[in-house]
C-alpha cells in the first residue's frame, strides 16, 4: 500500500529562493518516473499537494513546480493574477524557472531520470507546454484546462515526447482560434499529439473548488476522465 509523503525542496534561482515540494510513496524501494508538475495560477497551495499526492499514489514522484519564489502564496484570485501575469508575459522568465524545477525533479534519489514528463492545470497547463517545447528530455507533456497559445512557434520541433491536451470545449477562457493554430503547430513539427475536447467542460474542470457557472467549474465526470487520459499516456511512453 503506497504511503504518499510530502517534503519541502528549496532551491536557490538568481538570489532568490524557491520552494517545490516532492510527493513520493516513501514505501516504494528505488526509483520511480519523475513528474513535474506546474500548478494552477493558485501556485503551490494545499489543493496542489492534493493533486500531487493522488498521482504519485498511482507510481510516480511528483514534483509541484514553484514559479513564483518562496514568500509569494496567493490567497485568491486577485493576488494569483498579479503573480501569474507578470510571468506569463515573460516567456524567458518563465521557461527559467520552469527549467530549474525540472532540474530539482531530476537532481532527486527518487527519480528515474530516464522517465520525465510534465503536466499542468491552467496557467500550468501552458507552462508545462513551454517547457516541452524548449527539447527538455521529457517522455510526455500534458495540459489540463490550459491556454495553448505560445510565443515560440517554432520551438515544437524540439518537442521529444508525445503531448496531450485536455481541453474544456466550452472553455471561454481558451480563445477557439487557439485550437486549429496549435493542431498546424504539432503537425508542422511532426509531434505525437493529441487533444481531447470535453463537451460542456468549462475552465478549471478538475478543481473541487471552481464554482463560477459557465467559466470556471469542477465537473466530476470530466476530471476523472482527464486524469484516466493522462495515466493511460504515461502508462504507454514508460512502458519499460
Known amino acids: 500500500m503506497s504511503q504518499v509523503t510530502v517534503r519541502s525542496v528549496v532551491y536557490q534561482l538568481d538570489g532568490q529562493s524557491y520552494e517545490s515540494r516532492l510527493a513520493f510513496d516513501a514505501s516504494h524501494k528505488g526509483p520511480l518516473p519523475g513528474l513535474l508538475m506546474a500548478p494552477n495560477w493558485m501556485g503551490v497551495s494545499a489543493g496542489a499537494e492534493e493533486i500531487a499526492k493522488s498521482v504519485a499514489s498511482k507510481g510516480y514522484v511528483v514534483l509541484i513546480a514553484d514559479l513564483y519564489g518562496q514568500t509569494v502564496r496567493p490567497s485568491n484570485g486577485d493576488e494569483a493574477g498579479a503573480a501569474m501575469m507578470p510571468l506569463k508575459n515573460d516567456n524567458p522568465e518563465l521557461l527559467k524557472r520552469m527549467q530549474a524545477a525540472f532540474e530539482q525533479l531530476q537532481a532527486q534519489v527518487e527519480v528515474d531520470t530516464a ?33 495553448i497559445d505560445t510565443q515560440n512557434p517554432a520551438g515544437a520541433k524540439h518537442i521529444q515526447g508525445s503531448v496531450l491536451v485536455l481541453h474544456g470545449a466550452s472553455d471561454p477562457l481558451v480563445p477557439k482560434a ?23 467542460a468549462v475552465h478549471s474542470f478538475t478543481d473541487p473548488h471552481a464554482n463560477v457557472p459557465g467559466k470556471m467549474m469542477y465537473d466530476a465526470k470530466t476530471a476523472k476522465r482527464a486524469f484516466k487520459s493522462m495515466h493511460d499516456l504515461l502508462d504507454e511512453v514508460f512502458q519499460g
Do not use: I
Open 115 to 147: 522517465k520525465l514528463a510534465t503536466f499542468g492545470f491552467c496557467f500550468g497547463g501552458f507552462c508545462s507546454l513551454e517547457l516541452a517545447r524548449t527539447g527538455a528530455p521529457l517522455k510526455a507533456a500534458v495540459s489540463f484546462h490550459g491556454t
Open 178 to 200: 487557439q485550437l486549429p493554430a496549435f493542431e498546424d503547430e504539432m503537425n508542422a513539427a511532426g509531434v505525437d499529439w493529441q487533444l481531447l475536447s470535453y463537451g460542456g
